[in-house]
């Protein structure tokens, strides 16, 4: 006869099983950009929110990626003889994207490891609730004969 | 136990089971995020930030000089970070407005962009100052020489309407596809095609400017 313990190994790993090869976070399928810079960077901070990145995590990112933007209007709205100022412009765009880039990348990595810590935490707590709520079920049951027990002892016979 | 000893363990595995199922539904729905429609919320306001006032007493007939205030606003309920691109559009009468059927934009020409990332369920409303510097009513026709929009003049060419009847300023959403790594008009959500775009008409039948203030 196969034991309850065998049981619940068997549901734990099956669990497992299905943990890994199921997605650990939601997957959005982000294409790769065609071109550097801001198709990069907003790439990144994509595939950043889709591994489960918050938004306060993704609120500085956003706001250096404005940052660029307004740098690169700044630098087209320049006139044409001013090459050197708007060269340093780009410069400075390029080397913000890049630098979110970088940040949205080691944000992608941190937020998909902490989703898939709370993923396995989450199905184990139904772990954990499926034992209690058995343990419970076992000691109702008990209780329940105790009481019956008691019950069947305290009847009295009554003449009619 | 007494009780595993007494009862059947086939009642107790199947209690536990039972409890499994449930915990690890619940833990699937607590993880699975929800399928949510995503869409642009894309208004313009006038001067009090409201759906009215967009010309001071209610007179459409701008005339040259006169200044108007309004916002526009881009809230971002795409789910994710989004790059928008709202494009000004120099309409008339017989300007072909976007397509809503066919998603396609409008042929009028562009004047202005503004560019924007935006988190999801962020709004960006930023205000839209704008006046007509110079103007010419010729033989039936009024032209728009030069317009100032957020203190930045802009010189227009072919801009004109018979007898100053119906102008109108067309706003476009337009969002950057990562895919094609270009800004296209609209969205897909779940699939389909979605646009959004607004047109504010006025008029300019005197173009001269208004008298000074007494």
């Known amino acids: 006869m196969t034991r309850a ?3 619940l190994i068997l549901i734990i790993a099956i669990l497992v099983a299905v943990t890994m090869i199921g997605p650990l976070y939601p997957s959005a399928q982000i294409n790769q950009p065609l071109q550097p810079s801001f198709g990069q960077a907003i790439v990144a901070v994509n595939n950043a929110e889709a591994a489960g990145a918050t938004p ?15 740098l690169n209007q700044e630098a087209s709205s320049l006139p044409p003889n001013q ?3 708007r060269n340093a412009l780009l410069s400075s765009v390029n080397e913000i994207l890049t630098n979110v880039t970088n940040q949205a990348n080691d944000l992608t990595s941190t937020s998909a490891r902490r989703t898939y810590t709370n993923k396995i935490i989450t199905y184990l707590s139904g772990i954990v609730v499926a034992v209690v709520g058995t343990f419970a079920y076992v000691l109702g049951v008990e209780l329940y004969q105790r009481y019956r027990i008691k019950r069947t002892f305290q009847m009295r016979v009554k003449a009619k | 136990m007494k009780f595993i000893s007494t009862q059947n363990k086939r009642t107790l595995i199947a209690v536990f089971i039972a409890l499994i199922v ?20 894309f ?7 409201l759906a009215a006032d967009y010309y001071p007493q209610n007179n459409t007939n701008v005339r040259v000089a006169s200044p ?16 928008v691109e709202i494009r000004l559009k120099l309409g008339n009468e017989t300007t072909t407005p976007p397509n809503d059927t066919s998603n396609t934009p409008s042929s009028a020409p562009e004047l202005i962009t503004f ?18 510097t110079n103007a010419t009513a010729t033989g039936g026709s009024t032209r728009i020489l030069t317009a100032k929009i957020n203190n930045e003049t802009y010189e227009i060419s072919n801009w004109s309407a018979t007898n100053g009847y119906n102008f109108r300023l067309i706003l476009e959403l337009w969002v950057w596809q990562t895919n094609t790594n270009a800004f296209e008009y609209g969205w897909s959500s779940n699939g389909e095609r979605r646009t959004a775009w607004l047109q504010i008409w006025f008029n300019m039948t005197n173009p001269s400017s208004p008298p000074p203030p007494a």
């Open chain 1, 5 to 7: 313990s065998d049981w």
């Open chain 1, 56 to 70: 306060n995590e993704t609120a500085p990112l956003v706001t250096l990626l404005n940052k660029a933007l307004e």
């Open chain 1, 83 to 85: 090459t050197e100022q």
């Open chain 2, 22 to 41: 449930v915990a690890e539904t619940a833990a699937f729905v607590a993880t699975t995020p929800r399928p949510q429609e995503l869409f642009f919320q």
């Open chain 2, 43 to 49: 208004y313009v306001l006038g001067s009090n930030r």
């Open chain 2, 68 to 83: 108007l205030s309004w916002y526009v606003g881009v809230t971002n309920f795409m789910g994710n970070v989004q790059l």
């Open chain 2, 115 to 132: 560019d924007r990332f935006l988190m999801n369920n962020e709004t960006w409303e930023f205000p839209f100052a704008w006046s007509i």
